[in-house]
């Protein structure tokens, strides 16, 4: 979460500052605009389905930029590290607002230490999250972690219950660390020594963002409801006084 934290700050002081370029938008949906500030390059996103009341999004380029792998081979140890952090810019339509954005995804790994008469080691250790920089007011999801994984573990990330109008950035953020020990080895054939290596892998599949949208009543709407109600009392009160 420190990491989620230290990358919303920053964002934050890049918008007070006027650091930040111009927005570029990217995707056009009912409610909003998702764009980026150019300020880096971006992974690549689709837009993959749209209702009334949401619409989701394919983070291929995301999930495309964090796999690792290592393999100790003829060394005693081999390890690879990657920290990610990409960000969106989102303008919400006049009209409308985001009531919550889903992050749902999976981590996967594979582990093969060495086996002889003592066995080697391969770990991984992956976390992601992301959060959103609106004016004051930074919103951080729950953060998704695996350790050691051999396989596969879904995983689903919410901002929970919101109301964002306006522009505000989106922020993604992960870390991805693999590492691998090997075993001194001898062929006894041969006679010769060497590291018998281990390897380890991991990355991201299937992540997929929803961003919830609502429409947003316009004053002569909220008029119209109150005159209403104020109409349906008044008729009310009559018909007890006529009791």
């Known amino acids: 979460m420190q ?13 007070a ?27 690549g996103i689709a ?16 999930t495309e930029g964090f796999p690792l792998s290592v393999d100790s081979a003829f060394k005693a140890f ?6 990610w952090q990409n960000e969106y810019e989102i303008g919400v339509k006049a009209g409308y607002k985001i009531t919550g954005i889903t992050l749902t995804g999976s981590f996967y790994g594979t582990l093969a230490p060495a086996q002889w008469t003592m066995p080697g ?8 999250g992301f959060g959103t920089y609106h004016t004051e ?14 396989g596969r573990k879904d995983f689903s990330l919410t901002l929970g219950k919101t109301a964002l109008e306006g522009e505000f ?27 018998l290596g281990s390897s380890a892998s991991a990355g991201l599949g299937q992540l997929t963002m929803t961003v919830n949208i609502a429409a947003v ?9 109150l005159g209403g109600l104020a109409l349906a009392g008044a008729v009310a009160r009559r018909r007890r006084q006529d009791a």
Not at 47 to 62: D, H, K, P, Q
Not at 121 to 128: P, S
Not at 171 to 195: C, H, I, K, M, P
Not at 217 to 225: R, V
């Open 3 to 15: 990491l989620l934290s230290r990358a919303l700050c920053a964002a934050a002081i890049l918008a």
């Open 17 to 43: 500052t006027g650091s930040a370029q111009a927005f570029e938008p990217l995707i056009e949906t009912t409610g909003f605009t998702l764009g980026t500030n150019a300020s880096e390059p971006v992974p």
């Open 47 to 62: 837009l993959i389905g749209e209702t009334a009341n949401s619409a989701s999004f394919s983070l291929y380029g995301i």
């Open 78 to 83: 081999a390890s690879d590290y990657r920290f």
């Open 121 to 128: 080691d391969a770990g991984n250790d992956l976390g992601f």
């Open 137 to 150: 007011h930074p919103l951080e999801s729950n953060w998704a972690t695996a350790k050691d994984l051999n």
């Open 169 to 195: 950035t989106v922020s993604f953020n992960g870390r991805n660390e693999v590492t691998a020990e090997s075993v001194w080895y001898l062929d006894e054939l041969s006679n010769e020594q060497y590291w």
């Open 217 to 225: 009543p316009e004053p002569q709407t909220w008029a119209m409801l």
